[in-house]
């Protein structure tokens, strides 16, 4: 399979299937000299651990960390970093009904006609579990951000219809939909308890913010920072949209409006507003950089549907096993991970964009 190598120079390969013996990660371009421990990984991985609450699958997997190579003494070493999670609590006989069917809302069918076959357990390869390899490789990411000053935290916007009217990052912290409003997150939680009465799911919005970037990390054309942001959230397989700064309201607004006028401060040009996310020209412009993506409604519910199987006959489904009835918390982690990765790839890429740079690294090795 192609495809499962994302980066440049901070490359992180993912690997492994929901109910396969391990899932992991390989990254490759992490700098020597970043402290790193199997305890500090767990951290980020905890956060998307299923089980932790009414709101989360009953799935009981421990994700523990094992790092495998790459890491002495409590520091990276420059070379690869492997790292593995075991799989324990896989309930395989759970998705016998649909060997044969086609699942409203899942790759079933993609996957049968590009292999000939499909894994069919929890969906193998394009289940929600592969995102503990980003995760992975998204604790590294931030870890290193974070000695070059860069923060990155993402949160649950919405749920359904309900939105967050104020933000409180000690909240957040503890809160089991991620939201950074304690009033909004109880609303939340009622909304989503009524449609899994119903054996329905919900989806939701997260946001994420990049603290601390420099001006003139991105490229001006294809390999735009936002572009690259754009491809690392939509790769995340619930995901259906994505955008950054105001995004689609653009399209209402007036260039009178959507200009972010500069000023002076301190000696260093500022923005006045921050329509554009953070991004100019496909270049971080200093600000905050804001992005959103749109989490689709977990396709796995209970309720009857109508579907296919293999043989071309139309047959009504239910699902059984354990599922989220909302995907939105457990990926505001995956989310951050896939930006701090994006991030951090384009800051060390950046590094060859100046003559002065370059000698700075090298002149003290004549």
């Given at each position: 399979?192609?495809?499962?190598?994302?980066?440049?120079?901070?490359?992180?390969?993912?690997?492994?299937?929901?109910?396969?013996?391990?899932?992991?990660?390989?990254?490759?371009?992490?700098?020597?000299?970043?402290?790193?421990?199997?305890?500090?990984?767990?951290?980020?991985?905890?956060r998307r651990k299923p089980g932790q609450s009414q709101f989360t699958t009953s799935r009981?997997?421990?994700?523990?960390?094992?790092?495998?190579?790459?890491?002495?003494?409590?520091?990276?070493?420059?070379?690869?970093?492997?790292?593995?999670?075991?799989?324990?609590?896989?309930?395989?006989?759970?998705?016998?009904?649909?060997?044969?069917?086609?699942?409203?809302?899942?790759?079933?069918?993609?996957?049968?006609?590009?292999?000939?076959?499909?894994?069919?357990?929890?969906?193998?390869?394009?289940?929600?579990?592969?995102?503990?390899?980003?995760?992975?490789?998204?604790?590294?990411?931030?870890?290193?951000?974070?000695?070059?000053?860069?923060?990155?935290?993402?949160?649950?916007?919405?749920?359904?219809?309900?939105?967050?009217?104020?933000?409180?990052?000690?909240?957040?912290?503890?809160?089991?939909?991620?939201?950074?409003?304690?009033?909004?997150?109880?609303?939340?939680?009622?909304?989503?308890?009524?449609?899994?009465?119903?054996?329905?799911?919900?989806?939701?919005?997260?946001?994420?913010?990049?603290?601390?970037?420099?001006?003139?990390?991105?490229?001006?054309?294809?390999?735009?920072?936002?572009?690259?942001?754009?491809?690392a959230v939509m790769s995340i397989g619930a995901v259906k949209g994505f955008e950054i700064?105001?995004?689609?309201?653009?399209?209402?607004?007036?260039?009178?409006?959507?200009?972010?006028?500069?000023?002076?401060?301190?000696?260093?040009?500022?923005?006045?507003?921050?329509?554009?996310?953070?991004?100019?020209?496909?270049?971080?412009?200093?600000?905050?950089?804001?992005?959103?993506?749109?989490?689709?409604?977990?396709?796995?519910?209970?309720?009857?549907?109508?579907?296919?199987?293999?043989?071309?006959?139309?047959?009504?489904?239910?699902?059984?096993?354990?599922?989220?009835?909302?995907?939105?918390?457990?990926?505001?982690?995956?989310?951050?991970?896939?930006?701090?990765?994006t991030v951090l790839d384009m800051m060390l890429r950046n590094t060859s964009a100046k003559?002065?740079?370059?000698?700075?690294?090298?002149?003290?090795?004549?």
């Open positions: 399979m192609a495809g499962s190598t994302f980066g440049n120079i901070y490359r992180v390969t993912t690997w492994g299937e929901s109910h396969g013996a391990a899932l992991g990660a390989v990254i490759d371009g992490c700098p020597a000299g970043i402290p790193m421990s199997e305890e500090f990984i767990q951290e980020y991985l905890d009981r997997e421990g994700d523990k960390a094992e790092i495998l190579s790459g890491i002495f003494d409590g520091v990276t070493l420059g070379t690869p970093i492997s790292v593995l999670v075991r799989n324990s609590d896989q309930h395989s006989n759970d998705y016998s009904n649909i060997e044969h069917t086609f699942r409203p809302g899942h790759a079933d069918l993609g996957f049968t006609e590009k292999y000939g076959f499909r894994d069919y357990r929890g969906g193998g390869r394009s289940s929600g579990r592969e995102t503990i390899g980003r995760v992975i490789g998204g604790a590294i990411a931030s870890e290193v951000l974070y000695k070059l000053g860069v923060s990155v935290k993402a949160y649950t916007r919405s749920i359904g219809p309900i939105e967050i009217r104020k933000y409180d990052e000690t909240v957040m912290r503890s809160d089991p939909l991620c939201m950074p409003d304690a009033d909004a997150s109880r609303e939340a939680q009622d909304y989503i308890a009524e449609k899994v009465r119903d054996h329905d799911s919900v989806g939701g919005i997260i946001e994420c913010r990049i603290e601390g970037l420099p001006v003139g990390i991105g490229e001006p054309v294809f390999d735009k920072l936002d572009a690259e942001l754009a491809k700064g105001d995004g689609f309201a653009v399209a209402r607004s007036l260039g009178s409006e959507n200009n972010d006028a500069f000023y002076m401060k301190d000696g260093f040009v500022q923005k006045k507003t921050n329509h554009s996310g953070g991004t100019l020209g496909g270049m971080s412009d200093g600000d905050c950089l804001i992005l959103r993506c749109a989490v689709k409604p977990t396709p796995s519910i209970a309720k009857e549907q109508k579907t296919v199987n293999d043989c071309g006959e139309e047959v009504n489904l239910k699902i059984t096993g354990r599922h989220d009835p909302v995907i939105v918390p457990r990926a505001v982690v995956v989310v951050e991970s896939m930006a701090a990765m003559i002065d740079t370059i000698e700075k690294a090298y002149r003290n090795c004549r």
